[in-house]
């Protein structure tokens, strides 16, 4: 039985090929391949049976979709299909790695002198061709989970649910993934809890290539904002709570630079992954910027005015309509 299970929710054929290439170019085959076929109207099952001979692939195919509304739980079942290897990587069916990638987290957690329960490598951000669009951000071989939370939601860390590899022991102790409205933030939220008690690492000299494509989730965001920005709200409210330890602990990271680092996060999310927001969410947004993130109503209208990036002539009206959903919202309280 090997060590590390690499573990496939697929559903799209386009990439699929390339994706299992990568995985057969590997310089350790000491892994094995789970492939969770989410009721794809796309035949995988040929693509899959091509490496049959370079890689221990487990394929099963699921009789009914849940990706596209749940896919926390589409990452679950498929999980749920691995058996007792001690380390887990959820990959997907569009990303590539490098070939030295497995090699080097073996060679990683041989040196590593912490017993770290997480690890992850750089990403690199390609397009549909294949093509580098972004180098991504190289972060510090080692950093604690406040630390790296607190630079993430800055922009200041790459984070992707492919480049992690984490134990299985504390994916069980963890009680699974936090669930958010299409996975919005449950990589990041992953990241955040499985390393809170002994920080994260960052394994060098290999990197996950993790494709922009139009076609998977991350890249519809801003068509589908209305259902999605739920989810990223999901995963804000998670965060608040789960750093109230922060409140009782003498870091270097507090609970209130936290706090704020959430309010930049959600402002930079809101502007750049969803491009904005339909004024139909406008009651759900100010009542969320005020009740959790502790901003007075007139400056949770500021920075929902600053996301929608209102001309001057616009800004007035948009405002007296938010000021009287504060206060109704202010007389139903």
Request: glycine fraction near 4%.
């Given at each position: 039985m090997s060590?590390?299970?690499?573990?496939?929710?697929?559903?799209?054929?386009?990439?699929?090929?390339?994706?299992?290439?990568?995985?057969a170019a590997q310089s350790n085959k000491n892994f094995t391949v789970y492939i969770g076929d989410d009721c794809s109207p796309e035949?995988?099952?040929t693509i899959v049976e091509r490496y049959r001979e370079d890689l221990n692939i487990i394929y099963t195919r699921f009789e009914n979709n849940i990706g596209a509304k749940d896919l926390v739980l589409q990452w679950e079942r498929c999980l749920a299909l691995s058996k007792t290897?001690?380390?887990?990587?959820?990959?997907?069916?569009?990303?590539?790695?490098?070939?030295?990638?497995?090699?080097?987290?073996?060679?990683?957690?041989d040196v590593a002198t912490n017993d770290f329960d997480i690890f992850r490598f750089n990403t690199v951000v390609i397009n549909q061709h294949g093509e580098i669009t972004n180098q991504g951000i190289t972060g510090p071989q080692t950093e604690s989970s406040?630390?790296?939370?607190?630079n993430l939601l800055h922009g200041r860390?790459?984070?992707?649910?492919?480049?992690?590899?984490?134990?299985?022991?504390?994916?069980?102790?963890?009680?699974?993934?936090?669930f958010t409205r299409y996975a919005q933030g449950a990589d990041w939220a992953l990241s955040i809890l499985f390393s809170r008690k002994k920080g994260m690492f960052v394994i060098p000299n290999a990197k996950v290539y993790w494709r922009y494509?139009?076609?998977?989730?991350?890249?519809?965001?801003?068509?589908?904002?209305?259902?999605?920005?739920?989810?990223?709200?999901?995963?804000?409210s998670w965060a608040l709570i789960h750093f109230e330890y922060l409140k009782t602990t003498a870091l270097d990271i507090t609970y209130q630079m936290i706090v704020e680092?959430?309010?930049?996060?959600?402002?930079?999310?809101?502007l750049y992954h969803y491009n904005g927001f339909n004024y139909k969410q406008a009651p759900t947004?100010?009542?969320?910027?005020?009740?959790?993130?502790?901003l007075s109503y007139r400056e949770s209208i500021r920075q929902m005015m600053e996301i929608n990036g209102l001309s001057l002539p616009n800004v007035h009206t948009a405002k007296r309509v938010l000021v009287k959903l504060r206060d109704k919202m202010f007389k139903r309280s």
């Open positions: 060590d590390l299970a690499i573990i496939i929710p697929a559903y799209k054929k386009i990439y699929f090929d390339q994706t299992l290439a990568s995985l035949d995988l099952s290897e001690k380390w887990i990587c959820l990959f997907s069916d569009d990303d590539l790695m490098d070939s030295n990638c497995v090699e080097e987290f073996y060679s990683t957690v406040a630390q790296m939370a607190y860390r790459g984070n992707s649910m492919p480049d992690h590899i984490f134990s299985r022991r504390i994916y069980e102790e963890c009680g699974g993934f936090v494509s139009g076609l998977n989730i991350s890249s519809n965001a801003a068509r589908n904002k209305n259902d999605m920005i739920g989810g990223h709200l999901d995963f804000i680092a959430l309010r930049f996060n959600l402002k930079m999310v809101m947004l100010l009542s969320f910027y005020h009740d959790k993130l502790q």
